[in-house]
């Protein structure tokens, strides 16, 4: 990870983890966690939170931080920092993450689509800020 060995990548990452972080706890308590545990109010259990699933979150959201910070830094290494380079590492992370995520469970019939409906361009603007946030220090190491 060569890419993240300098002060403004590895700041790049911790800030837009952040932010990222923030907004995922956001978005699931004020809108996702409700919508979902009414959906399913007859099954006991679903969305629970505990140590467990909290660590699981930890691990996606490295995950998630990791995967769009790169996506933007390698977008940036073909069309320079950008909006376009924002909007396209934003828009690819959107898609192989949430939209992927969203779609299974839609289909499998995990998920109610007036949720999704919300959800995905929420996760968008989530993505658009994120890369914009790496946007903001990459180009300091260019």
């Given amino acids: 990870m060569k890419w ?26 004020v809108y996702v966690m409700p919508e979902t545990r009414e959906h399913f109010a007859v099954i006991e259990g679903v969305a629970p939170m505990n140590l467990g699933v909290f660590v699981l979150w930890s691990l996606w959201m490295t995950l998630l931080t990791l995967v769009v910070v790169y996506f933007y830094w390698l977008h940036a290494k073909v069309m320079g920092h950008s909006l376009k380079a924002v909007l396209l590492s934003a828009s690819t992370s959107w898609l192989m993450f949430f939209v992927l995520f969203w779609f299974g469970n839609l289909n499998m019939g ?9 959800a995905l361009p929420w996760a968008w603007f989530e993505l658009l800020v994120t890369c914009w946030i790496a946007k903001s220090f990459l180009e300091r190491s260019s």
């Fill in 110 to 118: 995990l998920a109610k689509l007036t949720t999704a409906v919300v």
């Fill in 4 to 29: 993240l060995s300098d002060k403004p990548a590895f700041a790049a990452v911790v800030w837009s983890g952040l932010w990222l972080t923030l907004s995922e706890v956001v978005r699931y308590f």
